[in-house]
């Protein structure tokens, strides 16, 4: 903290504290919530009686969830004109275990790999100060001792509810102490607290676990279906969409989207997704963010006739949307270039051929918000795709005062709650799935919006698996948006079968993402079946218990994981074998989550286990010809 002197201290001392029961708000920001009776709140208030300010720390229990959600708010009481330089959520102090930091790394197409390292002395940490959470690191830091698997060892862990920029760090100094911090990055931030305001910091939240990551990824799942997602689509079956992104990409009209549509139905799936390129003059991605009125040339007869007709072939209607972003080449940006995000004097830098609408702007907050809404208020649309292609550089907004630029980044991400805060309040049957370039934004602060989250650009059946792996190691399988695509793959270029596809999409959101006109008439002729597959397995593997059994991103073979239902009574298994070894008779795969005593049948078969023979003794999974080939074992108890 800086005062008007111009040197930085602070020393908060405790003044007093309550508890109460239940959970406030927090001011305009994503947050936990949670019943009086689910959740306490211990506040402390702390003072720096020099500066004549207030930090007050609030600690949330969820006791039956294993879970803290704790948040910090500043309040400036005195007259003086304080700047707030760095402002963590949480942090923990301990001694060292031998902790190993475990983190989710990645990149575009390659999103949230588990990566895990000695701590060792010093400071590490991972972060973003791309202006969201980002697909190179993740808002997650996890302590871990040594001997932690998925099923044993002690876990320490820390998610950020935000969107923005983020600082995750562990140290370990000389006293083989370990400090464990998570909050706003203090990259290109300060926040002017002038005297009367407030600031409200986002809320972290921290679980334990004495059983391994299983325990950690439990935790945080059933959290977040109780107490973070709000959407009505929660605990439903989310329609099986056919979204024609990898179908047609830019090049599409109402006939083409039509004969999909006719297509898809016959299948049995239940909702068209019109992608990128439908309005402006945007055939390819050079132009139009911003101009978010319907292309009548490829949209012949308008978005209204089109969805109409959707919706008598018998589908529901979905569109994207990528609000927050401005083409050079847009009638918005030679109306208001001032709206782009940039430095002034300086060419802000194109990515994506595009800029980053000024989002601390309510003026341009509320424009991008009435596009949105304005199509959605002209015709019955169900689903939205909301995307964001491109990260945030060149910090400068003409908008914000001389002394306010360093708020750019917060305010950035508070405008787009606030939009998405008002969509889901105008719209709240719409389906929302939050996108980021695949899987750029997929974090807690989203899910707060949607009930789903792209997961990633890369459908390859193969990639997929390490890439759930690692957003399942947090996030509900039911937020994984996940499809089927067409082959060779558009980003690897790898051949999988169609049925493997579809098991690895199983355990996401399902749906597809080809053209179902041309694909090979034996793909087309499964997607009936699968589709049953879907409405038969999604109410467990949406609220079900999730144990991964072995990682392929580990052993280099094969992928194998579970959901069981709550009560036990079935499980779901899903073995990927990625790549064959000749000469190999048979894995014996110890399941988890079963009731020991029950009687298991597994179906299709007159074989029947008890869940101590599968957890203890082991499962054989037969021998399998070919690579990425897969199958999924359903126990069903005899309760
Ligand atoms: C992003 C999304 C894709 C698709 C394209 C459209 O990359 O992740 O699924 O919507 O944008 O431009």
């Known amino acids: 903290m800086r005062g008007e002197a111009g040197s930085r201290g602070c020393e908060i001392l405790c003044d007093s504290y309550h508890i109460r029961k239940g959970k406030p708000k927090l001011k305009g920001l994503p947050a936990s919530f949670g019943t009086e009776e689910e959740v306490e709140t211990l506040e402390v208030v ?25 948040n910090v708010r500043l309040i400036n009481e005195g007259e003086e004109h304080l700047r707030i330089e760095k402002v963590l959520s949480a942090c923990i102090d301990m001694d060292d275990e031998e902790f190993e930091m475990v983190t989710l790394a990645g990149g575009w197409a390659r999103e949230r790999r588990l990566q895990r390292r000695r701590l060792t002395y010093g400071k590490q940490m991972v972060s973003s100060s791309r202006g969201e959470s980002s697909h190179q690191e993740h808002p997650f830091l996890a302590l871990v001792t040594p001997e932690t698997t998925y099923q044993t060892g002690c876990v320490y862990a820390m998610n950020f509810v935000y969107s923005g920029n983020f600082v995750a760090e562990a140290e370990l100094n000389q006293h083989d102490a370990v400090r464990m911090v998570l909050g706003i990055s203090g990259e290109d931030f300060c926040w002017n607290l002038r005297g009367g305001e ?12 004495d059983e391994g990551f299983g325990k950690m990824s439990r935790s945080f799942h059933d959290f977040y279906r109780n107490h973070m997602i709000r959407s009505p689509y929660l605990h439903k079956k989310r329609p099986v ?3 024609n992104w990898e179908a047609t990409y830019f090049d599409f009209d109402t006939e083409k989207l039509l004969d999909i549509a006719r297509e898809a139905k016959k299948a049995g799936i239940e909702m068209l997704v019109m992608d990128d390129g ?13 101009d978010w009125n319907v292309n009548k040339e490829k949209i012949t007869g308008g978005l209204k006739y089109l969805v109409e007709q959707v919706r008598e072939i018998g589908m529901e209607f979905g569109i994207w949307f990528e609000p927050e972003m401005i083409s050079p080449d847009s009638n918005l940006y030679r109306e208001h270039p001032e709206w782009a995000i940039h430095i002034p004097g300086r060419k ?15 003026e341009v907050v509320d424009y991008a918000y009435e596009c949105v809404a304005k199509i959605l208020r002209s015709a019955p649309i169900s689903y939205v795709k909301w995307d964001m292609n491109r990260q945030l550089c060149d910090l ?10 360093q708020e750019l980044f917060h305010r950035y991400v508070l405008g787009l709650y606030e939009m998405q805060e008002r969509l889901v ?21 989203m899910l707060y919006y949607s009930p789903q989250i792209w997961c990633s650009d890369d459908t390859d059946a193969v990639e997929r698996l390490s890439i759930q792996e690692g957003t399942a190691l947090l996030y509900p399988l039911s937020t994984m948006g996940a499809h089927v695509s067409d082959c060779p793959n558009h980003m690897t270029g790898r051949i999988t079968s169609f049925e493997t596809r579809g098991h690895v999409a199983l355990f996401g959101t399902f749906g597809y993402e080809l053209d179902i006109t041309k694909i090979p008439e034996q793909d087309r002729k499964m997607i009936p079946s699968q589709v049953e597959m879907y409405h038969k397995y999604n109410d467990l593997v949406r609220e079900g218990d999730y144990y991964r059994i072995a990682s392929y991103r580990e052993n280099h073979k094969y992928d194998c994981f579970l959901v069981a239902a709550k009560d036990k009574s079935e499980a779901l298994m899903t073995f990927v074998q990625v790549q064959c070894i000749p000469n190999f008779h048979g894995k014996k795969i110890r399941l988890q989550g079963l009731d020991e005593k029950a009687l298991y049948r597994l179906e ?7 869940g101590e023979m599968l957890m203890k003794g082991g499962f054989v999974i037969d021998f399998m010809q070919g690579d990425a080939v897969s199958r999924l074992y359903h126990f069903v108890a005899n309760f």
Not at 47 to 70: Q, T
Not at 198 to 209: G, K
Not at 278 to 290: A, M, P, Q, T, V
Not at 604 to 610: P, V
Request: glycine share 8%; proline share 3%.
């Open 425 to 445: 309040n105008e719209f709240p049957e719409l389906l929302l799935e939050n996108c980021s370039s695949g899987g750029g934004r997929f974090d807690a602060g």
């Open 46 to 70: 702390c003072v720096d009686r020099e500066l004549r300010l207030k930090v007050i720390l609030s600690y949330s229990v969820f006791e039956k969830s294993d879970m803290i959600a704790r």
């Open 278 to 290: 439908w309005f402006g003059k945007r055939n390819n991605d050079d132009s139009s963010l911003g």
């Open 241 to 243: 969409l056919i979204n």
């Open 396 to 405: 400068g907004s003409s908008y914000l005062d001389r002394v306010s630029q």
């Open 348 to 362: 802000a830098t194109e990515s994506r051929a595009q800029y980053v609408l000024d989002l601390s702007n309510p």
């Open 198 to 209: 407030e600031f409200q910091a986002p809320e972290a939240l921290l679980t334990f676990s």
């Open 604 to 610: 299709g078969t007159e074989e029947s286990f008890t």
